[in-house]
């Protein structure tokens, strides 16, 4: 099915992870280290988030180089459907004729009919839109498979991804678990990691994030046992009881910082402010010599403007539940 390839050979932007797992770049706007895609190239070849339109030719290329031919590879999955992660389904699955297009069934309907989905982004984005993203094109519905609480994926040999919903960053949002390795594609889950400098940082973006769901997730991230986490941003981490409990930590101390602000009556750049002051400058530098560039990006992408907007967002959700509540019970 596949040729055999050497490994020492590889161009830049491939890495071997052991066990035919190979973490691609995608070159998310040209850009490296900010989003990963993983091959897993088992009897059943599957191809592990997609990035964005603009990656598709850079994961073709790839998946080539690692010696698949495009009718070989048997599943593409993404764990969520925003554009940095899917935003590339369709083109992807146009390259790749054969394969099977799995993702949470509260996202199946988004790949099939992307508009409303780009008609939110590019309210978010406006001109960056094309620059970060592209346009996301429709997947043919008939090759799309959606899975609920728990799902399969064959990797054939009796190898597996196990998919678990995992909301909290997303309400579309699942982890994969490789029943052969051990290792947990956490997609967003965990955050956003620096490959960098290592820091973990929440990403918390509206409208989705909800605190108690993300707790929940990382809860049963850790009751899964995982050997490795594989982080969509960015890379493989072997440390995984600490970098749950990083991860934990460091949302909480977001929301902290954001809820003492918010109860203030603090406006949201004074929130960005606290969160940039008290949190974001415990964090290490880049090494000399990194792509300022590409942390901008990610900078971009999950930054403190983004996660204080999410967790401000969760908040007021928060407190109009709470009102009618109240107002129920006066009723009552």
């Known amino acids: 099915m596949h040729d055999d390839v050497d490994v020492s050979r590889l161009s830049e932007g491939i890495t071997p992870l052991g066990n035919e797992i190979f973490a691609i770049d995608t070159m998310l706007a040209g850009y490296p280290g900010v989003v990963s895609s993983y091959l897993i190239r088992s009897e059943r070849p599957c191809l592990v988030e997609v990035g964005t339109a603009g990656s598709a030719q850079v994961l073709h290329d790839a998946v080539t ?33 054969n394969a099977e ?44 498979r959606s899975v609920a609480e728990t799902g399969e994926i064959d990797l054939g040999g009796g190898r597996r991804l196990v998919t678990h919903y995992a909301p909290g960053h997303a309400k579309h949002h699942m982890g994969l678990v490789d029943t052969l390795t051990g290792d947990l594609y956490v997609g967003d889950a965990l955050g956003v990691r620096n490959p960098l400098t290592g820091d973990v940082r929440p990403a918390t973006p509206p409208p989705d994030f909800d605190m108690e769901a993300c707790l929940r997730t990382l809860r049963l991230f850790g009751d899964i046992g995982a050997q490795r986490l594989m982080f969509s941003h960015f890379g493989a981490v072997e440390a995984v009881p600490e970098t749950i409990d990083r991860a934990e930590a460091e949302l909480r101390l977001w929301v902290e910082t954001v809820q003492e602000s918010h109860g203030t009556a603090g406006d949201l750049d004074h929130a960005v402010a606290m969160v940039r002051d008290k949190v974001v400058a415990r964090y290490s530098p880049l090494p000399p010599g990194a792509s300022r560039e590409s942390a901008e990006v990610l ?31 006066g009723e009552a």
Request: aromatic fraction near 4%; avoid cysteine; charge should be negative.
């Open 101 to 144: 297009i799995v993702v949470h069934e509260r996202g199946a309907r988004h790949l099939a009919d992307p508009s409303r989905l780009m008609r939110s982004a590019a309210m978010v984005w406006g001109d960056r839109l094309d620059t970060l993203f592209g346009q996301m094109l429709p997947t043919e519905a008939r090759r799309i």
């Open 65 to 97: 180089r690692l010696g698949l031919a495009p009718a070989d590879l048997a599943t593409i999955v993404v764990t969520h459907i925003h554009l940095d992660h899917a935003g590339g389904t369709g083109d992807v699955a146009a390259l790749f004729p």
């Open 299 to 329: 900078e971009t992408l999950s930054g403190v403007e983004a996660n204080v907007s999410g967790i401000v967002h969760w908040l007021d959700r928060l407190e109009e539940e709470r009102a009618r509540r109240r107002a129920e019970e």
